[in-house]
């Protein structure tokens, strides 16, 4: 189940402060996704173990280098007024510099 938490403007400044307050999903199949622009084309979450993890809707991606293919994954996630939505969700590793990291691929990705 997602919770929509906010939309920002897809900077990586914006992104930044945000992350660092989010907290972790209380339920391994609940998320509070961060709308990283206006347009809802990417999302930021946080598992409950605290990881951070980016939500791209759409068709399923595949990725080529091993490393992002173990920490990709595809699934309908569905928000608490019943809509659906099928998005990749790439994992990260436990590490206080991914806040940094996953703030600029945002950025970049737009």
Not at 44 to 52: E, I, K, M, Q, T
Not at 92 to 105: E, G, K, N
Request: hydrophobic content about 40%; charged content about 25%; overall charge negative.
């Amino acid at each position: 189940m997602i919770q929509e938490r906010e939309q920002g403007n897809g900077s990586f400044e914006w992104l930044r402060e945000r992350l660092t307050n989010l907290p972790p999903a209380e339920a391994e199949h609940e998320r509070e996704l961060v709308w990283v622009n206006a347009g809802r084309t990417l999302a930021v979450s946080r598992d409950p173990a605290g990881h951070l993890e980016i939500f791209l809707p759409g068709p399923q991606l595949r990725a080529d280098l091993k490393l992002v293919a173990d920490g990709l994954s595809y699934h309908t996630w569905r928000f608490r007024n019943g809509d659906g939505m099928e998005a990749n969700r790439l994992q990260f590793t436990s590490a206080d510099h991914f806040d940094v990291v996953v703030s600029f691929l945002c950025a970049e990705l737009l």
